[in-house]
């Protein structure tokens, strides 16, 4: 059997309440289906996957029409592929972003990329170099609020040192209404 990477949440669940409702423990499972307890474990514990024959046995075992475990897992493991991609995409969009900074004239006291910036210096960063038009790809990661709140934080509550940036962003990019009364408001 192959050392489980991903956690099948819903396949292991489904088991452990099965096993709830029918008043038996992992010994007296173990033994119905015919496996050992080590591995019945295991795979309780999201250490191992689940094979086919052993699936089907526990299916039958635990009253379920067969295939109901391998499905319940199969999905778990395209949804585990889907958040690592999601994730690796977001991973290469930050990437993007912060060599964009770094040809501007940001993130000058780096050598080379930053890697382990956190997601608020990021975006800060963004806004002050970044062109209007490269804004859009803030978006694609975090949300408008996200960035709204950094933005707040930040550079409005600059004052005057960052006025010119401010208006900009407030105009073109968050679409505030009455941008000189809303960066009044939120500057310290």
């Known amino acids: 059997m192959e050392k489980n990477t991903h956690k099948s949440r819903t396949s292991i669940e489904l088991i452990q309440k099965r096993i709830s409702e029918l008043g038996i423990n992992q010994s007296e499972l173990a033994i119905r289906c015919g496996e050992h307890l080590q591995t019945l474990s295991a795979i309780l514990h999201g250490r191992r996957d689940i094979p086919i024959p052993l699936s089907i046995r526990l299916d039958a075992v635990l009253g379920l029409p067969p295939g109901t475990i391998a499905q319940a897992q199969t999905r778990d493991m395209v949804e585990n592929e889907m958040q690592s991609m999601r994730l690796t995409d977001m991973l290469k969009k930050k990437k993007n972003i912060l060599k964009k900074i770094k040809a501007a004239g940001g993130l000058w006291s780096y050598q080379g990329i930053p890697e382990h910036l956190d997601d608020d210096s990021i975006i800060e ?64």
């Open 125 to 188: 960063a963004a806004l002050v170099h970044l062109e209007l038009e490269e804004m859009p790809l803030l978006f694609q990661i975090w949300s408008r609020a996200h960035i709204k709140k950094v933005w707040k934080e930040r550079l409005v509550s600059q004052g005057r040192r960052m006025n010119i940036l401010n208006y900009i962003l407030a105009v073109k990019v968050f679409d505030v209404n009455k941008p000189d009364n809303y960066l009044s408001r939120y500057a310290y």
